[in-house]
């Protein structure tokens, strides 16, 4: 069928409900429905032109047709045409992991901030487009690449210098693109755990699709038109050195790639102390240049105290050389070169958020933008005491009742390993942690998430995440397949209302217990089949505690 040879395109949208006069439309097939049959819908609200993928046996006058072998993955080199290729424009900076996406980009992000740079980011969480921070109200880590190239021009257009990009493996996945013509030029890697094998298949699959994020730093030369200046950003990759799959991701681009590492309870010698800084040296299992290590972790209500190792720059060994000299301090331990002693410094370190998982975090984001920036990495690090932490992520609620309230996002096995643990060895009373699992995701997960719940807890409270179109108790028993020897109603409650199992839970809290109400942490409501119910975990934790008489807020902070 002949059509217009061409035609005025003002938006693009796969939503038929969004679709105004001059958009394109993407027809393709979704997880419940298929695009193509909403192309009248489009049209009747004035789409110009639809690209499909199907068969289709109606066509409309005036409007342009474009058949492609899938419409999905058009999206993102359409879209980033028509918003001008906004990455061309900014530093971009992704994240990956299966868990700490969401916080490093943050920390990135504000840390940028701090340092006086012009930085926005997308996350699960939250975006600052650079018009402020603004709560996401998706459950989708990266949205589709019509959002993404917007989100990325609405940077450019607001000034802005970097953007940093929380990536999903759906979005690195090749079957959706939604990443696909980004411009990355630093990658980051915070783990690769169990999770989205509903997707990706295989847990093979699911790390291949993450590390995507690192085979894109060889696809460009990275020289950018930042507000009107050529640069050429430095490239590389960041990893944590503490997760197996590192060296599979160092594997994955021909760019360098420096690392981060977490060790509690380090055995080290300085040469020399100052008030700042300390200049140390090993001939032993020493990181490369640029590479980070964080130890003597000191954890408490609000946050940690550590330090952290990395290469000391000639700035640092000529102020170590000059108070060596002026001491006669022996200066063997300063040296730089390919001698078999590589020179490092030690500073000491201050952030308000807790976990050992959260100082990885840090020495991630603290990588990235030195990277990114050209600073030294020590001139970074006064800056964590200014860090805030991300909504819903291990959040306290104080209102004055007897036992302590938290509220944290961890719905994956790994991330309930690394949360409970800490707060096993804390919390001299009782926990009680109440969480669910995600309807229509990977079901492997959820009685590995009851079995590692019910080593570190005392009470477990089953209830609804996000069941979708599932039953939801028939969910919630396959969780409960994992701690087959919690007695039920004692140990062990199955309650979907999760407004009534959190009043089950405070009605089971004494005095030094704990309730830790899990996996919904952020978010804004809880989808089901037929319906989505507004709802916010903080905000129905403290209506429920003010059932109970207390409504007096003495604190609500990160712990």
Wanted: glycine share 8%; aromatic share 8%; hydrophobic share 40%.
């Amino acid at each position: 069928m002949e059509s217009e040879p061409a035609c005025q395109i003002d938006g693009l949208s796969y939503d038929s409900r969004e679709i105004q006069p001059g958009y394109l439309f993407f027809a393709f097939p979704g997880y419940h429905t298929d695009g193509h049959n909403f192309i009248g819908a489009a049209i009747q609200r004035g789409a110009s032109a639809v690209i499909y993928d199907h068969e289709i046996t109606e066509y409309s006058p005036g409007v342009v047709y474009i058949k492609v072998s899938d419409a999905r993955l058009a999206m993102s080199p359409v879209a980033a045409a028509f918003y001008g290729e906004p990455s061309r424009s900014l530093a971009v900076i992704g994240v990956t992991g299966t868990e700490g996406k969401s916080t490093t980009v943050f920390l990135i992000y504000q840390l940028l901030t701090l340092l006086g740079k012009k930085a926005g980011f997308f996350s699960t969480v939250m975006a600052d487009l650079g018009d402020g921070q603004k709560p996401n109200p998706e459950h989708q880590t990266t949205p589709e690449a019509t959002t993404v190239q917007a989100q990325l021009a609405a940077m450019r257009d607001s000034g802005l210098e970097y953007a940093v990009v929380e990536a999903s493996s759906h979005g690195l996945s090749a079957r959706t693109g939604r990443l696909a013509d980004v411009l990355f030029d630093i990658g980051v890697m915070t783990n690769v755990r169990h999770e989205h094998l509903e997707f990706h298949g295989t847990w093979e699959q699911y790390r291949f699709d993450k590390a995507n994020l690192f085979r894109k730093l060889d696809q460009h030369d990275h020289r950018k038109n930042i507000r009107g200046r050529q640069v050429v950003i430095p490239s590389a990759g960041v990893v944590n050195e503490d997760d197996p799959s590192a060296e599979y991701f160092r594997n994955a681009t021909q760019k360098p790639v420096i690392g981060f590492k977490v060790i509690s309870n380090a055995n080290m010698t300085a040469s020399k102390e100052t008030s700042e800084v300390v200049i140390a040296a090993t001939n032993v299992d020493m990181p490369a240049i640029s590479d980070l290590r964080a130890f003597d972790i000191m954890s408490d209500a609000i946050g940690s105290s550590f330090k952290i190792e990395g290469p000391a720059t000639l700035e640092d060994l000529e102020s170590t050389i000059k108070n060596a000299q002026d001491t006669a301090h022996d200066l063997s331990h300063a040296q730089m070169g390919k001698g078999a002693t590589t020179s490092t410094v030690i500073v000491p370190a201050r952030m308000n958020l807790p976990g050992e998982y959260n100082v990885g975090n840090c020495l991630a984001a603290i990588e990235a933008v030195a990277l990114a920036t050209g600073v030294a990495w020590q001139n970074i690090v006064p800056a964590l005491q200014q860090l805030k932490p991300v909504k819903g992520r291990m959040t306290r609620i104080d209102f004055g009742q007897p036992f302590e309230l938290i509220i944290d996002y961890a719905h994956t096995p790994s991330s309930f390993q690394a949360i409970l643990p800490p707060l096993r060895q804390r919390i001299q009373g009782k926990i009680i942690c109440l969480f669910g699992s995600a309807g229509e995701r990977d079901t492997e997960k959820r009685p590995q998430q009851a079995r590692i719940a019910a080593q570190f807890c005392d009470i477990l409270i089953l209830a609804d995440e996000d069941p979708r179109g599932e039953d939801p108790m028939q969910l919630l028993e396959e969780i409960a397949a994992g701690c087959p020897n919690l007695r039920r109603g004692e140990q062990l409650f199955l309650i979907p209302d999760r407004p009534t199992a959190i009043r089950k839970a405070f009605s089971l809290a004494a005095k030094d217990d704990l309730v830790l109400l899990l996996g919904k942490g952020h978010e804004n409501s809880i989808i089901y089949k037929d319906h989505v119910m507004p709802y916010d975990e903080e905000t129905e934790a403290i209506k429920a505690l003010a059932e109970l008489g207390y409504t007096k807020r003495s604190s609500t902070q990160a712990v």
